[in-house]
């Protein structure tokens, strides 16, 4: 009915392990790598992010001419050090990625077990509203409800988290069914486990390796959902230093300065980059077989 | 057959009743509607004429119902700002939304088909993982961070292409690319994974054992049923790039519904906000039901 992408068993390519593994501690590394930034940022960061010197505005990068050793990848167009608000801009993105696949994975995980294990009219309730969900438009939506209720962190983190719930829900639902009928489920109910510990305790510990891998794939959208909101004005509020925001704040200098939106941008496309090679390695680790 | 496509179009008609809902709740989440369309600079006095000239006064069952009951007649309300009907306005920028959806779609297929045909016949090999390796890094790009690279890149440097605005058609080439790079790494990904579970099908083995060439089973055996998913994917993915028309349409000022809407809501112009949440809601809900017609068409044991 609705094609969402469901578990199925199939070979992957990246066979040849030593490629694939290569792929997956490229992935852990830039994971790592932004998790320590966005928790060190204020130790990492050579300048204040906030701090606008309107003397030294878009300065370019040290490799390109008339940069300044003191501001390693130049300034933006308030003359704030670029390289603090990237480091800063870690933070917004690692904590919007992951509160967000919190909320979410909450939301989705309970509806998609419930429908899974129970089935009739509940797995009815819980499809019609995996496919109410997908049928609102997430960017517009996302948009009209920071415009009202007001942008901020919390605002975007709890929209995206409303919205992105639908793959952990579909992932849940499917992989509850496959486990539902197995025997250690039966022997559990035999001995007379309540219903709760049966869905905690049987059923979700045999399916949260799917629910790993699509973990990382919400976060990885959420994290380009919030740079697309930030960009279109409608997301973190400035000046919190947001990769999204950066490049909505830069636009106008691009023609003369195209580094003000290369920086940031290329720093969400290597984060997004690790967080799915990350991904693709827990799948192939973890035995999930899961198509985007 | 009959009896589920009653039951999918009943559904249908239940996610088309909770998204008129969800849009009508959607606009009034500010609490104050009044004071959030008369900005904030707006006289106490001042909210209160909105209020009251807009029926926003009535309880909200009664401005919902009475929405509802004209959305339902095809009349969505008139736009605060223009004075006009809702609908004329998305009406009149629905052609440029369609344009770019369409042709982006037929770029994503043109580009995702071949490639993941071509990975799957080849599969395991160094073709193969460089194409998953474009997916992979398809995945990554932000949309609207790939259409400004674009613009200084063809537009700026090259000079090939306009930068914004649809003076001429080439204005489409831009954001119609960008819009199927969003597309390209799901479709590619389920094009390579369909055909490579047809390929390993018995009736597979038994037009190889017939010894037809390989160009044939491909193209005409393994293809027709890997094509299933990918009817249904490309539907869904219409749907989310006309949502998506949001970002790219902003991003290079094309006066379609996705710039519309962005207009809308920085001018607190909420009756035209709430008719293309509806609008596109609705576009979702048909597409998906075409899709699962389609594939009844192309699979007869859906048939029944």
């Known amino acids: 009915m609705i094609p969402i992408p469901v578990p199925t068993a199939r070979r992957e390519a990246w066979r040849l392990p030593a490629l694939r593994h290569v792929a997956t501690l490229l992935g852990a590394l830039i994971v790592g790598t932004a998790v320590v930034v966005a928790i060190f940022a204020p130790l990492l960061a050579p300048h204040d992010p906030f701090a606008q010197n309107l003397d030294l505005r878009l300065i370019p990068p040290v490799w390109m001419d008339g940069s300044q050793p003191a501001h390693l990848l130049g300034t933006d167009q308030l003359g704030r050090d670029y390289l603090a608000r990237l480091i800063y801009g870690t933070r917004v993105s690692m904590l919007i990625g992951v509160l967000t696949v919190v909320t979410s994975g909450l939301i989705g995980i309970t509806l998609g077990i419930l429908g899974g294990f129970y089935g009739g009219w509940t797995d009815d309730a819980v499809m019609f509203l995996i496919t109410c969900r997908l049928s609102i438009p997430l960017i517009l939506v996302a948009l009209t409800v920071v415009a009202l209720v007001g942008s901020s962190l919390t605002v975007v983190i709890l929209t995206l988290g409303l919205l992105l719930w639908d793959r952990f829900a579909v992932v849940a639902r499917t992989t509850t069914m496959q486990v539902r009928n197995l025997d250690y489920i039966a022997a559990a109910r035999a001995a007379g486990a309540s219903r709760a510990h049966i869905l905690l305790r049987e059923v979700l510990p045999n399916i949260v390796h799917h629910l790993v891998v699509v973990a990382t794939l919400e976060m990885a959208l959420a994290i380009l959902l919030e740079a697309a909101l930030s960009f279109l004005g409608l997301g973190v509020p400035p000046p919190l230093p947001s990769w999204g925001l950066m490049i909505a704040e830069a636009k106008e200098y691009m023609f003369f300065s195209p580094w003000v939106i290369m920086i940031p941008g290329i720093a969400l496309f290597v984060l997004v980059l690790g967080i799915n090679l990350l991904g693709d390695g827990l799948r192939d680790m973890l035995g999930t077989r899961l198509e985007r | ?304």
Not at chain 2, 256 to 274: C, E, M, R, T, Y
Request: aromatic letters at 8%; one cysteine or more; proline letters at 4%.
């Open chain 2, 1 to 304: 057959m009959r009896l589920s496509l009653a039951r999918r179009l009943l559904l249908a008609a239940l996610v088309c009743l909770t998204v008129l809902i969800v849009s009508f709740i959607l606009t009034r989440l500010s609490g104050d509607l009044a004071a959030s369309i008369a900005g904030p600079n707006a006289s106490a006095a001042d909210i209160a004429i909105i209020t009251r000239n807009y029926g926003l006064d009535r309880p909200l069952l009664v401005q919902f119902l009475d929405w509802a009951a004209h959305a339902a007649r095809g009349d969505l309300g008139r736009s605060y700002l223009y004075h006009v009907p809702v609908w004329g306005l998305i009406l009149d920028r629905l052609p440029v939304t369609l344009t770019l959806g369409l042709s982006g779609l037929a770029i994503a297929l043109a580009v995702a088909l071949p490639l993941g045909i071509l990975a799957a016949a080849r599969e395991g090999s160094a073709i193969d993982r460089g194409i998953m390796l474009i997916a992979l890094l398809g995945q990554a790009m932000p949309g609207f961070w790939f259409g400004l690279v674009m613009i200084i890149l063809l537009g700026l440097d090259l000079q090939w292409l306009p930068i914004s605005g649809l003076d001429t058609w080439q204005g489409y080439i831009m954001p119609a690319i960008v819009l199927a790079f969003s597309a390209i790494p799901a479709l590619m990904r389920l094009t390579r994974s369909g055909m490579i579970d047809a390929l390993a099908a018995d009736y597979i083995r038994t037009a190889r054992a017939k010894g037809l060439s390989r160009s044939k089973i491909i193209l005409k055996h393994a293809l027709r049923n890997a094509a299933m998913p990918v009817v249904s994917i490309a539907a869904v993915q219409l749907g989310f790039m006309l949502g998506g028309s949001v970002v790219i349409e902003t991003v290079f000022a094309l006066p379609g519904v996705g710039f519309l809407a962005w207009d809308s809501i920085n001018k607190n112009d909420f009756p035209v906000v709430q008719a293309v949440v509806l609008f596109l809601a609705v576009v979702y809900i048909v597409l998906t039901l075409l899709a699962d017609l389609m594939n009844a068409v192309l699979d007869p044991r859906l048939r029944g």
